[in-house]
């Protein structure tokens, strides 16, 4: 495990009634990788009144605007579109409106691993290169599918996006359907072998919405079909917000994948674990891999491809 980011964690937590305490315990000593059992204490304890916790959540989301990409709530309703401009250095750049459906599908451009990557979308590089013909977009660790659904707003032809949670992979789908684009969304297939990058495809009409979910990944599995990530081609854009751990584990994986003079965004990362991640992908041979952001104690971590691909026009 990397630096420990606190000295004494806290954790809060939801329980049904009834829970075993001492499964708790095990589930926090595997997750975290802890030598010794965790001491687990109830520092209070109160009783909840059953809560819509999503409807909750949504009274209180408030729209966000990060450059050009105003991310707003949908409440059911469907507002008056209006076209608004923005000034961004000399020039005058129509807004882009993303709505999205909310629910337990994480990612709303609130937090700044999020943020940080919708800014660096709507830099002059990366714009350029979303606004070429046939560009194509992979976003991985997708959540709400905000990030891949940003880049088709502001040009991008193509988006694939890669999720393992099940709500937030129907709730990508939903998404893209209010604003009228379409994203591929797959799940990584746990049970593969060698190369831990094959994927199945998620088909929209293979979920229902998030507030009543019942199937399983399982489930939605056998509505797709099985295929290396690397089948899908090469992207010129790809956007990975997840843990450190994992970003160190597909360095090589995005080397592949990365077409020639791509561009990638790697987040999800705290200002102590930065260099681990930037000499790893130095060393992979990706080229000028720098810190591009900071923000609340998080960085964005920037790459090209790797020396020696040529440009794809």
């Known amino acids: 495990m990397g630096a420990t980011a606190w000295s004494s964690p806290t954790l809060t937590a939801h329980f049904p009634d009834l829970f075993d305490d001492q499964m708790l315990k095990q589930m926090i000593q595997s997750t975290f990788g802890l030598k010794d059992e965790p001491e687990v204490s109830c520092l209070t304890q109160e009783e909840l009144q059953s809560t819509d ?4 959540s949504k009274e209180a989301w408030e729209p966000i605007q990060v450059g050009r990409i105003k991310v707003s709530f949908y409440n059911g309703e469907e507002a008056e579109e209006k076209k608004c401009s923005i000034t961004v250095g000399q020039q005058h750049q129509e807004m882009c409106e993303l709505k999205l459906m909310g629910g337990a599908g994480f990612g709303t451009g609130a937090h700044p691993t999020t943020n940080m990557c919708l800014r660096w979308l ?3 590089p990366t714009r350029e290169t979303l606004s070429k013909q046939g560009s194509r ?3 991985y660790g997708s959540g709400s599918g905000i990030l891949g659904l940003s880049a088709l707003k502001l040009g991008a032809t193509k988006a694939d996006a890669v999720e393992i949670d099940v709500e937030a992979i129907s709730a990508s789908y939903q998404n893209a359907a209010l604003n009228n684009l379409e994203i ?3 799940s990584p297939d746990d049970a593969s072998e060698d190369e831990g990058v094959h994927v199945f495809q998620m088909q929209h009409d293979s979920l229902v919405p998030a ?3 019942q199937s399983s990944v399982g489930d939605l599995r056998k509505a797709g079909h099985s295929k290396s990530l690397f089948d899908l081609g090469a992207y010129d854009v790809i956007l990975a917000n997840v843990l450190p751990n994992l970003l160190l584990e597909m360095t090589h994986d995005f080397n592949r994948l990365l077409a020639p003079g791509g561009l990638l ?6 200002k102590s674990q930065a260099n681990a991640v930037l000499e790893c992908y130095k060393a992979q041979g990706f080229g000028d891999v720098k810190v591009a952001h900071i923000e609340d104690g998080y960085v964005l971590i920037t ?3 790797a020396a020696g691909q040529q440009k794809r026009e």
């Open 53 to 56: 916790w999503i409807e909750q």
């Open 122 to 124: 709507q830099e002059d």
């Open 137 to 139: 977009v992979l976003d």
């Open 184 to 186: 591929d969304v797959y």
């Open 211 to 213: 507030a009543g979910l």
């Open 265 to 270: 965004a790697l987040s999800g990362i705290t």
């Open 303 to 305: 790459a090209a491809a």
